[in-house]
C-alpha cells in the first residue's frame, strides 16, 4: 500500500502575483504539523512548487490519489486532518 502524505504547495512568486506560500501557506504547514502531532499520526507533510490551481490557492492535495483542498485558510486545518486521517490509498494492481 502506498504512503499516505499531505501535498501543500510552497510556491512563492514575486511582483504581485498570486502564490500559495504568498497567500500563507507555509504559516498553515505549521498548524498542520502541531494537529498532526497531537493526534499522534505520522503521517509527512511534502512541500511542493506549484499544484497548478495558483488562483484557488493555497493549494494541497492528499496523496496518492485522494482530495484537492482549494482556497485554503486555518479555519480548514481540522476537517483536512480528518480527512488525512481517514484517507485509505488505494492498494497498487
Ligand atoms: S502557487 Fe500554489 S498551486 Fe500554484
Given at each position: 500500500m502506498a504512503d499516505k502524505r499531505l501535498?501543500?504547495?510552497?510556491?512563492e512568486r514575486y511582483g504581485g502575483q498570486k502564490s500559495c506560500a504568498g497567500a500563507g501557506s507555509?504559516?498553515?504547514i505549521k498548524l498542520l504539523q502541531q494537529r498532526l502531532a497531537e493526534t499522534g499520526a505520522d503521517i509527512p507533510l511534502?512541500?511542493?512548487?506549484c499544484l497548478g490551481r495558483?488562483?484557488?490557492?493555497i493549494a494541497m492535495r492528499i496523496a496518492p490519489g485522494g482530495a484537492f483542498f482549494t482556497e485554503v485558510s486555518a479555519n480548514d486545518i481540522d476537517a483536512i486532518v480528518s480527512a488525512?486521517?481517514?484517507?485509505?490509498?488505494a492498494a497498487k494492481a
Open positions: 501535498v501543500v504547495c510552497v510556491n507555509r504559516e498553515l511534502v512541500e511542493q512548487v495558483c488562483e484557488e490557492g488525512l486521517l481517514a484517507f485509505e490509498p
